[in-house]
């Protein structure tokens, strides 16, 4: 089983649908990532988050440590959204805090 | 700033061919890695740097190597390349500071197809 686990691994959605791609990790952590990859493109973090939520513009990310579980929220979403969004996970701080570990990637398309 | 780059973009080579991706990035950050990254999985940690003259394995280092000789540069060598070592290449880089996480910055990726 890997350590971190998103869904769906694939998602397909209308304009201005709102969308929530979700991510449950096994391990302990002191920090967790959402990152965005555009087809053929590079990758950029979009959050990095420790408890509770942020926000940035459409995109929402929120954590339940005590679940272990992390979601990314895009409200009305647009076909620009499309891309691959990667969660990821940093080891507890007394260790290499840098060392992500990631999951597979939600392919998300956003059609007109 | 450019950030983190890589060159080549491409690369095709033959089997037991060696060569050298590279990775720079004018952060000043301290922390440098290289990911593959392949169809159906994760991106996997290959090598990793904490500073100039400092690196270490990651998940995946068999038929890689690398060097940190200075805080800029953090290149990856294929010594024999094999055809398992098709994959997509991401090299990272963020601060490095004690008790504190910092978000990572990833380079534009190097596509290499072993034939």
């Known amino acids: 089983k890997n350590e971190v686990e998103q869904s769906p691994q694939n998602l397909t959605a209308q304009e201005g649908e709102f969308i929530t791609i979700n991510c449950s990790y096994s391990?302990?952590?002191?920090?967790l990532h959402w990152l965005q990859q555009h087809p053929g493109g590079g990758i950029v973090s979009l959050f990095m988050?420790?408890?509770g939520k942020k926000k940035h513009g459409r995109l929402i990310a929120t954590i339940n440590i005590q679940e272990k579980h992390s979601s990314l929220h895009i409200t009305a979403s647009h076909p620009r959204d499309s891309a691959v969004y990667i969660c990821?996970?940093?080891?507890?701080?007394?260790?290499?805090?840098?060392?992500?570990?990631f999951g597979t990637g939600t392919r998300l398309q956003v059609t007109l | 700033n450019a950030g983190v780059t890589q060159t080549p973009k491409f690369q095709v080579l033959k089997t037991g061919q060696s060569m050298t991706l590279q990775c720079a990035q004018d952060?000043?950050?301290?922390?440098m890695s290289w990911y593959r990254q392949d169809p159906g999985m994760g991106l996997r940690l290959i090598h990793y740097?904490?500073?100039?003259?400092?690196?270490d394995q990651g998940e995946v280092p068999n038929g890689y190597n690398v060097s940190r000789s200075t805080t800029e540069d953090f290149p990856l060598r294929l010594l024999s390349a094999a055809p398992s070592q098709t994959s997509v290449y991401f090299c990272?880089?963020?601060?490095?500071?004690?008790?504190?996480?910092?978000?990572?910055?990833f380079g534009p990726g190097t596509r290499l197809t072993v034939t």
């Open positions: 990272a880089s963020s601060p490095l500071s004690k008790g504190k996480i910092h978000e990572q910055y």
């Open positions: 391990v302990g952590i002191s920090a």
């Open positions: 988050l420790s408890s």
């Open positions: 990821a996970v940093s080891p507890p701080i007394t260790g290499t805090a840098s060392k992500l570990t």
């Open positions: 952060m000043n950050h301290e922390y």
């Open positions: 740097s904490v500073g100039a003259g400092i690196t």
